[in-house]
């Protein structure tokens, strides 16, 4: 099969890899119809993050249909669709009991290897082995029509991160709130706050296909200044004292620094960027009664609970993709998120 493998930074090649086979009784073999590139994919692919020392697989958001399933796979069956969370879990360990599949005992990462030592395919591919199948796949109850493909790939990540934010910063009806950051991520959080209810969501923006798109989803006001600008900014708009909840979806010491100077005193902030060099200035928090939550999004713990409304139409979180090509073009994919000539890219095997 065909597969996505990163070679070092800004090396993405797309090359012919084995097969996946069941090694397990608890894995299922998915054809992959839609992949896609996430903002954290960068980071590898900047070198920012982590070395890569040797090719390996990359991608780790994917839909497909089953093609097969080991003996203990109950929950799905051949031909389903499904929807695979950005994460490995068995859905039977504690912390997958309480919620944190992301911290799963026997978890894995797509593109690594599972507690046994078996590799798992990365999600920009072809085919996907899927350790704990039961525990990992959300299937849908019919294989959906092809429109809604965008929207429900958005659940394996950007969807539910988003919805994390919201959730963490105690988003809720009759809420302000304020999202740093107009990638996918933030664009999913302005959809999600729109959804639990806010009375107003202010997204921080300067580009203007974004905008639009934040418009489209619930957003009622854009601020597009920064530092100490986008604080007085977000403060003239509330009282002076700022937002009710601020949702941080960048992960810079910048875009954490602007999101706890956007908030009240007493007010939340939701936390879902991948940290990179930023830190919690504990005095501030303690001095003004700001709460900060948030971390790795659980999303196969919200995936179900978003799905009705994506499957209803009453959400339309795959607008996020603004470019779709095939696998084969993966390298351009990259490069395009990269520059920022494209907000999120889907990939089609």
Not at 12 to 30: E, G, N, T
Not at 188 to 195: F, Q
Not at 311 to 320: C, D, Y
Request: aromatic share 4%; proline share 5%.
């Amino acid at each position: 099969m065909r597969a996505t493998l990163i070679h070092g930074p800004r090396d993405i090649r797309v090359a012919d890899v084995p097969d996946p086979v069941i090694h397990k009784p608890s894995d299922a073999i998915v054809r992959v119809l839609a992949s896609c590139v996430c903002g954290s994919d960068l980071h590898p692919y900047r070198g920012t993050v982590g070395e890569t020392t040797e090719p390996r697989r990359i991608g780790h958001e994917f839909v497909g249909l089953v093609e097969d399933v080991g003996d203990e796979v109950s929950t799905v069956r051949r031909g389903q669709f499904v929807i695979a969370p950005f994460a490995v879990s068995d859905g039977t360990c504690a912390n997958c009991v309480n919620g944190i599949t992301t911290s799963c005992l026997q978890g894995a990462s797509w593109g690594g290897e599972d507690a046994d030592g078996f590799m798992v395919d990365g999600g920009q591919g072809e085919f996907v082995r899927v350790p704990w199948a039961d525990g990992t796949l959300v299937a849908t109850t019919e294989v959906p029509d092809d429109s809604l493909i965008a929207g429900l790939l958005t659940l394996s990540d950007v969807m539910c991160t988003g919805h994390h934010a919201a959730i963490s910063a105690g988003v809720g009806k009759g809420k302000t709130v304020v999202v740093v950051g107009d990638g996918a991520v933030g664009l999913s959080a302005v959809l999600a706050s729109h959804r639990l209810g806010a009375e107003r969501v202010v997204v921080m923006s300067r580009h203007a296909s974004r905008q639009a798109v934040a418009s489209d989803f619930g957003a009622t006001d854009i601020v597009a200044e920064r530092g100490e600008e986008g604080v007085a900014a977000i403060k003239e708009l509330f009282d002076g004292i700022g937002a009710d909840c601020v949702l941080e979806c960048v992960g810079t010491a910048e875009s954490m620094r602007q999101a706890i100077d956007s908030t009240r005193p007493g007010g939340r902030v939701g936390y879902v960027g991948v940290p990179v060099g930023s830190e919690i200035p504990i005095r501030k928090l303690f001095g003004n009664n700001i709460a900060v939550g948030g971390g790795v999004a659980p999303a196969r713990s919200y995936i179900e609970e978003l799905l009705g409304d994506v499957l209803e139409g009453s959400i339309e979180p795959g607008k996020v993709f603004d470019s779709v090509m095939p696998l084969e073009q993966a390298p351009a994919a990259y490069k395009a998120m990269d520059e920022r000539t494209a907000i999120k890219v889907l990939l089609r095997p």
